[in-house]
């Protein structure tokens, strides 16, 4: 019973910007949007999160819309590891629950 | 950063045994841990929060009783998978809170195969 919404896939080519939205509409004022990936056969991997600002980290940068019911995640030079599977995931009692998911390909 | 392992990584067993997976924080005390199951092209499904020292919460539909875990102390929690079947085959993947409460980090999973 994930509370998000994210396209199945998306392409990307080698060094450009890879923006993953994700709609939220129903998020409450208390919980955080979280991103993490998981790349095959592996364990998921955390990005970042926030509550009402833009968050940006040595991985990524996270922009919140003002009425926090959208949200994008954005790789700002994509290469070829950054090829998974990006989960965004709203929650406010730390046990995440997880969508399906966006299935990003980069491309050389 | 936070480090979880789990151990093994991969564990091939015949059905109606019981089979072991290890989850440990590395380099920080986890009150709470979580275990998830992943079966192939699906996505991560939550089954059970174990809390330190007290019992663990399942999710609706995951039975207790074949899924026992143990949460003994602040840097290790076990899943036994008991009687296993071939349906009982899938990815496990345990998970800590961070000492901040604003993160979880995820072991690198656990393959199991029952034959």
């Known amino acids: 019973d994930a509370k998000t919404t994210q396209p199945t896939s998306m392409d990307c080519a080698e060094g450009r910007a890879a923006n993953l939205p994700c709609n939220h509409s129903?998020?409450?004022?208390?919980?955080?949007v979280y991103w993490y990936r998981q790349i095959h056969s592996q364990g998921p991997q955390y990005i970042i999160h926030g509550l009402k600002n833009n968050e940006t980290n040595e991985m990524a940068s996270l922009i919140i819309t003002e009425d926090r019911k959208s949200s994008t995640l954005i790789l700002p030079h994509a290469t070829l590891r950054d090829t998974a599977v990006y989960y965004c995931i709203v929650n406010d009692n730390n046990d995440m629950r997880f969508g399906a998911g966006t299935r990003l390909t980069v491309k050389p | 950063g936070a480090v979880v392992s789990q151990h093994p990584s991969w564990v091939i067993c015949k059905s109606g045994t019981s089979v072991k997976i290890e989850c440990r924080s590395l380099?920080?005390?986890?009150?709470?841990m979580f275990w998830y199951r992943q079966f192939p092209k699906q996505s991560l499904m939550l089954m059970a929060t174990s809390n330190e020292g007290s019992k663990a919460t399942y999710e609706q539909g995951v039975e207790k009783d074949k899924f026992l875990i143990n949460h003994a102390s602040l840097t290790l929690s076990t899943l036994t998978v008991t009687s296993a079947h071939p349906e009982d085959s899938s990815f496990y993947i345990c998970s800590a809170l961070g000492t901040s409460g604003n993160e979880q980090f995820f072991g690198p999973g656990t393959r199991l195969t029952v034959l």
């Open positions: 129903t998020i409450s004022g208390n919980e955080y």
């Open positions: 380099d920080f005390q986890a009150t709470t």
